[in-house]
C-alpha cells in the first residue's frame, strides 16, 4: 500500500475540528477506498489549550499556520481559517510555493485571489481543491469542474448561503424576529466570522463569483456583482409574497446575455410551487441549465461542521487517489491563464418580473396615480392591489404591483416619480421575480 497521506490543518473551528474528529472516525474507510490511510500529522490554530472535543495527541502542534503550511512534513495543507487576506492568504501561497496540494474551504479568499493561487498551484503541479467553499456539501465544483465537460452553460443560480435561507425560512414558518433566527444560526455554526457577510449577501457573492467563472470560462470578478441583502425584508414581504404564491429566497444568480454576464445577489420571490422554493433552513440548491444536459438540480446541506467536513475530505480523498506525476486538470476547469476577462451585463438592463410594495396615504386617486406611473414607463402589470395588511399605519394603505416582465432601468425610473409625487409614507420595496420551475 502507499504511504500515508500526511494532512496538516490549520484552523479548528466548526470546520476544523469537524474534519479532524471525521477523518479519524471513518479511518478505515477512507483507507479502503483511497488505497493509502490519510493522517492528520500536524495542525495549526490559535489556541493550544482550547477543549475542542478531539483527540490531537501525536499530532504536531504549529503555532503559526504558515509555517505549517510550508513545513516538508505534510503533503497537504487544509486551509480553515478564513478570510481573503491575512493568514489564510499567505499560509495558501507558501503550500502552493513548497509543492505541496492544497484544500479549502475559504471563499472569501477564492474569490479576490483564486486566479492567482490557481496560476501557482498550475505552474506547480499541484491539487488546489475547494469543494467546501460552495454550498457546502453539495458537490457542485466537482459537477461544474468534471461531470458538465463540453456542456454549454447559460444559467447558473441557487440558494447559497445557508445562514440567509436559514433566516428566511423560519421567519415565514414561525413568524421569529431577524435578529433570533440569526442568534440561532450563529450558535449553530453556519454563519460566518462577520455575519454581515451572509446577511447582507457578500458570501453568495462570493461563491456565485466562482460558479460564474466556472460556468463561463471568465476570470472571477467578484466586484462585479449587483448586491442587495436580507435585511431589508420583512413580515410584510413575506405575507405579501405567499399570499401572491411566491416565495423569498436569497439567490445567487449568473446569467448570459448578449451584452456580457449579468451577475447578481438579491432576495428574489420564487414560484411557491417551484422546486427551489421547498429548499428550506440551512440547505442550499443550485441549479445550472446547459444546451446537453438540460435543468439540473443539486440540493443538501450548505453549512454547519459535518456538512462542510463532508466536501473537505473529499478533496483530501482525491488527493490521496491521484499519483505523483499525474498531470492535475486546472483550478476553474480551463487553465487559469485561457480564463477570458469578465465582461459585465449592466444591471439597468435586467429584464424580469418585479413585486413592488408601497406604503401610500390613504387618500382618493393615489391608487390611480401609481397605476398611471407604471404606464407611463410601459410597464405592463400582472395585478395591482390594495392590501388590506395591518402593515401599514394609521392613515396609510400599502398597494402592491407585480409587474410582466420588464427592464430594471424602467422599474427604477417609475418607483422615482412615484416617489417624486409625494405619496409614499415609507421606503418602496422592489423585490426582483426569478423564473424557475
Ligand atoms: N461553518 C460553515 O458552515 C462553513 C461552511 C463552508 C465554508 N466555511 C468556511 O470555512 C472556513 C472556516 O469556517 P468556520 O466556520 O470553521 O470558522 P470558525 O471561526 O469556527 O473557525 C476558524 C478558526 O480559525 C482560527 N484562526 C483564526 N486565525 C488563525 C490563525 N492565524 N492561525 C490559525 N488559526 C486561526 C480561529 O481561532 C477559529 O477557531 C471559513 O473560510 C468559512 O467561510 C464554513
Ligand atoms: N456562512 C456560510 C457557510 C457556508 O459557506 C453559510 O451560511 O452558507
Ligand atoms: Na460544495
Same mark, same amino acid.
Given at each position: 500500500?502507499?504511504?500515508?497521506?500526511?494532512?496538516?490543518?490549520?484552523?479548528?473551528?466548526?470546520?476544523?475540528?469537524?474534519?479532524?474528529?471525521?477523518?479519524?472516525?471513518?479511518?478505515?474507510?477512507?483507507?479502503?477506498?483511497?488505497?493509502?490511510?490519510?493522517?492528520?500529522?500536524?495542525?495549526?490554530?490559535?489556541?493550544?489549550?482550547?477543549?475542542?472535543?478531539?483527540?490531537?495527541?501525536?499530532?504536531?502542534?504549529?503555532?503559526?499556520?504558515?509555517?505549517?503550511?510550508?513545513?516538508?512534513?505534510?503533503?497537504?495543507?487544509?486551509?480553515?481559517?478564513?478570510?481573503?487576506?491575512?493568514?489564510?492568504?499567505?499560509?495558501?501561497?507558501?503550500?502552493?510555493?513548497?509543492?505541496?496540494?492544497?484544500?479549502?474551504?475559504?471563499?472569501?479568499?477564492?474569490?479576490?485571489?483564486?486566479?492567482?493561487?490557481?496560476?501557482?498551484?498550475?505552474?506547480?503541479?499541484?491539487?488546489?481543491?475547494?469543494?467546501?467553499?460552495?454550498?457546502?456539501?453539495?458537490?457542485?465544483?466537482? !459537477?461544474?469542474?468534471?461531470?458538465?465537460?463540453?456542456? !454549454?452553460?447559460?444559467?447558473?443560480?441557487?440558494?447559497?448561503?445557508?445562514?440567509?435561507?436559514?433566516?428566511?425560512?423560519?421567519?415565514?414558518?414561525?413568524?421569529?424576529?431577524?435578529?433570533?433566527?440569526?442568534?440561532?444560526?450563529?450558535?449553530?455554526?453556519?454563519?460566518?466570522?462577520?455575519?454581515?457577510?451572509?446577511?447582507?449577501?457578500?458570501?453568495?457573492?462570493?461563491?456565485?463569483?466562482?460558479?460564474?467563472?466556472?460556468?463561463?470560462?471568465?476570470?472571477?470578478?467578484?466586484?462585479?456583482?449587483?448586491?442587495?441583502?436580507?435585511?431589508?425584508?420583512?413580515?410584510?414581504?413575506?405575507?405579501?409574497?405567499?399570499?401572491?404564491?411566491?416565495?423569498?429566497?436569497?439567490?445567487?444568480?449568473?446569467?448570459?446575455?448578449?451584452?456580457?454576464?449579468?451577475?447578481?445577489?438579491?432576495? !428574489?420571490?420564487?414560484?411557491?410551487?417551484?422546486?427551489?422554493?421547498?429548499?428550506?433552513?440551512?440547505?442550499?440548491?443550485?441549479?445550472?441549465?446547459?444546451?446537453?444536459?438540460?435543468?439540473?438540480?443539486?440540493?443538501?446541506?450548505?453549512?454547519?461542521?459535518?456538512?462542510?467536513?463532508?466536501?473537505?475530505?473529499?478533496?483530501?480523498?482525491?488527493?490521496?487517489?491521484?499519483?505523483?506525476?499525474?498531470?492535475?486538470?486546472?483550478?476553474?476547469?480551463?487553465?487559469?491563464?485561457?480564463?477570458?476577462?469578465?465582461?459585465?451585463?449592466?444591471?439597468?438592463?435586467?429584464?424580469?418580473?418585479?413585486?413592488?410594495?408601497?406604503?401610500?396615504?390613504?387618500?382618493?386617486?393615489?391608487?390611480?396615480?401609481?397605476?398611471?406611473?407604471?404606464?407611463?414607463?410601459?410597464?405592463?402589470?400582472?395585478?395591482?392591489?390594495?392590501?388590506?395588511?395591518?402593515?401599514?399605519?394609521?392613515?396609510?394603505?400599502?398597494?402592491?404591483?407585480?409587474?410582466?416582465?420588464?427592464?430594471?432601468?424602467?422599474?427604477?425610473?417609475?418607483?422615482?416619480?412615484?416617489?417624486?409625487?409625494?405619496?409614499?409614507?415609507?421606503?418602496?420595496?422592489?423585490?426582483?421575480?426569478?423564473?424557475?420551475?
Amino acid at each position: 500500500m502507499a504511504e500515508t497521506l500526511r494532512v496538516g490543518i490549520a484552523g479548528l473551528g466548526t470546520v476544523g475540528a469537524s474534519v479532524v474528529r471525521v477523518l479519524k472516525e471513518k479511518e478505515a474507510e477512507l483507507t479502503r477506498q483511497c488505497g493509502r490511510s490519510i493522517t492528520v500529522t500536524a495542525v495549526a490554530a490559535r489556541d493550544k489549550n482550547r477543549d475542542r472535543g478531539i483527540d490531537l495527541s501525536g499530532v504536531e502542534w504549529f503555532d503559526d499556520a504558515r509555517a505549517l503550511a510550508a513545513s516538508g512534513k505534510i503533503d497537504v495543507f487544509v486551509e480553515l481559517i478564513g478570510g481573503a487576506n491575512g493568514v489564510a492568504r499567505e499560509a495558501v501561497e507558501a503550500a502552493l510555493h513548497a509543492g505541496h496540494h492544497v484544500v479549502t474551504a475559504n471563499k472569501a479568499l477564492l474569490s479576490q485571489q483564486g486566479l492567482a493561487l490557481a496560476e501557482i498551484a498550475e505552474e506547480k503541479g499541484v491539487l488546489l481543491n475547494y469543494e467546501a467553499a460552495v454550498a457546502g456539501g453539495i458537490p457542485i465544483i466537482k !459537477t461544474m469542474r468534471e461531470s458538465l465537460a463540453g456542456n !454549454t452553460i447559460n444559467r447558473v443560480f441557487g440558494i447559497l448561503n445557508g445562514t440567509a435561507n436559514y433566516i428566511l425560512t423560519r421567519m415565514e414558518q414561525e413568524k421569529l424576529s431577524f435578529e433570533d433566527c440569526l442568534a440561532d444560526a450563529q450558535r449553530l455554526g453556519y454563519a460566518e466570522a462577520d455575519p454581515t457577510f451572509d446577511i447582507e449577501g457578500n458570501d453568495t457573492a462570493h461563491k456565485l463569483s466562482i460558479l460564474t467563472s466556472l460556468a463561463f470560462g471568465t476570470q472571477i470578478s467578484p466586484d462585479d456583482i449587483y448586491l442587495e441583502g436580507i435585511s431589508n425584508i420583512t413580515q410584510a414581504d413575506i405575507q405579501a409574497a405567499s399570499e401572491l404564491g411566491y416565495r423569498i429566497k436569497l439567490l445567487g444568480v449568473a446569467v448570459r446575455t448578449e451584452s456580457g454576464i449579468e451577475q447578481r445577489v438579491h432576495p !428574489t420571490m420564487v414560484p411557491t410551487a417551484s422546486v427551489i422554493a421547498q429548499v428550506h433552513g440551512v440547505t442550499n440548491a443550485v441549479t445550472v441549465e446547459t444546451d446537453i444536459l438540460g435543468e439540473l438540480l443539486l440540493s443538501g446541506p450548505g453549512a454547519g461542521g459535518n456538512a462542510t467536513a463532508s466536501a473537505v475530505i473529499g478533496d483530501i480523498a482525491d488527493i490521496a487517489k491521484s499519483r505523483p506525476g499525474f498531470q492535475h486538470g486546472p483550478v476553474f476547469g480551463r487553465p487559469a491563464r485561457e480564463l477570458t476577462p469578465y465582461q459585465r451585463a449592466r444591471m439597468r438592463s435586467h429584464e424580469g418580473g418585479y413585486f413592488i410594495r408601497l406604503t401610500v396615504d390613504d387618500r382618493l386617486g393615489v391608487f390611480a396615480a401609481i397605476a398611471t406611473r407604471m404606464a407611463d414607463n410601459r410597464i405592463s402589470l400582472e395585478s395591482i392591489v390594495q392590501h388590506a395588511s395591518n402593515h401599514a399605519g394609521e392613515g396609510q394603505k400599502t398597494i402592491i404591483l407585480v409587474t410582466h416582465e420588464t427592464t430594471e432601468a424602467a422599474v427604477r425610473k417609475a418607483v422615482e416619480d412615484i416617489t417624486a409625487d409625494g405619496h409614499l409614507t415609507d421606503k418602496p420595496q422592489v423585490i426582483r421575480i426569478e423564473r424557475a420551475a
